[in-house]
T-cell receptor
Framework: ETGVTQTPRHLVMGMTNKKSLKCEQH?????MYWYKQSAKKPLELMFV???????ENNSVPSRFSPECPNSSHLFLHLHTLQPEDSALYLC??????????????FGEGSRLTVL | GNSVTQMEGPVTLSEEAFLTINCTYT??????LFWYVQYPGEGLQLLLK?????DKGSNKGFEATYRKETTSFHLEKGSVQVSDSAVYFC????????????FGTGTSLTVIP
């Protein structure tokens, strides 16, 4: 069982669809992240949750809606996306606070294609 | 602000060649520095890290030294293997500012037999 699991691994959706990406971490961490990876661009931090509270929202369009029901699960709800939103979406977790080792643990990513 | 700049790829090397991937950073405080590696079809995983100036991180034959005077953290390996083919990301984190991570654009490495 990998530390951070993302589903689905691949998703194709139309611009009017509603879908969700799921992330689950089995590492006992208290911080979770969504990153967007596009070709030839730095990883873009989208959202950060510390202790289930959203602490970062880097000017992400409202068509992306995160949800963190508990410290082990993170969702990214998608609706009315645009073709330029096609990318690899990576979930990560870490241990924030005093036990911070400064390391992010990533899932394998969800490859999203918007038609 | 904080940022990371790394050399653009792609980089293609023959097996057993010497590898250097340059990385420089800009930070407001005293960051920790990281190299992450992404193998085909996988997520990123930590390769090595250094938490203070002059520290050397090493793993799997890769090394990088935290150079504060040149704000650099170049990745090196003396003899690359085909299995090292991947995308390498330089990153920094300032733990005192909420564990924010900043990544470079990534450098694709292909090692040919």
């Amino acid at each position: 069982e990998t530390g951070v699991t993302q589903t689905p691994r691949h998703l194709v959706m139309g611009m009017t669809n509603k879908k969700s990406l799921k992330c689950e971490q089995h590492l006992g961490h208290n911080a979770m992240y969504w990153y967007k990876q596009s070709a030839k661009k730095p990883l873009e931090l989208m959202f950060v949750y510390n202790f289930k509270e959203q602490t970062e929202n880097n000017s992400v369009p409202s068509r992306f809606s995160p949800e963190c029901p508990n410290s082990s699960h993170l969702f990214l709800h998608l609706h009315t996306l645009q073709p330029e939103d096609s990318a690899l979406y990576l979930c990560a977790s870490s241990q924030a606070g005093q036990r911070n080792t400064g390391e992010l643990f990533f899932g394998e990513g969800s490859r999203l294609t918007v038609l | 602000g904080n940022s990371v700049t790394q050399m653009e790829g792609p980089v293609t090397l023959s097996e057993e060649a010497f590898l250097t991937i340059n990385c420089t950073y800009t930070a407001t405080g005293y960051p920790s520095l990281f190299w992450y590696v992404q193998y085909p079809g996988e997520g990123l995983q930590l390769l090595l890290k250094a938490t203070k100036a002059d520290d050397k991180g090493s793993n799997k034959g890769f090394e990088a030294t935290y150079r504060k005077e040149t704000t650099s953290f170049h990745l090196e390996k003396g003899s690359v293997q085909v299995s090292d083919s991947a995308v390498y990301f330089c990153a920094l984190s300032e733990m005192n500012t909420g564990n924010q991570f900043y990544f470079g654009t990534g450098t694709s490495l292909t090692v040919i037999p």
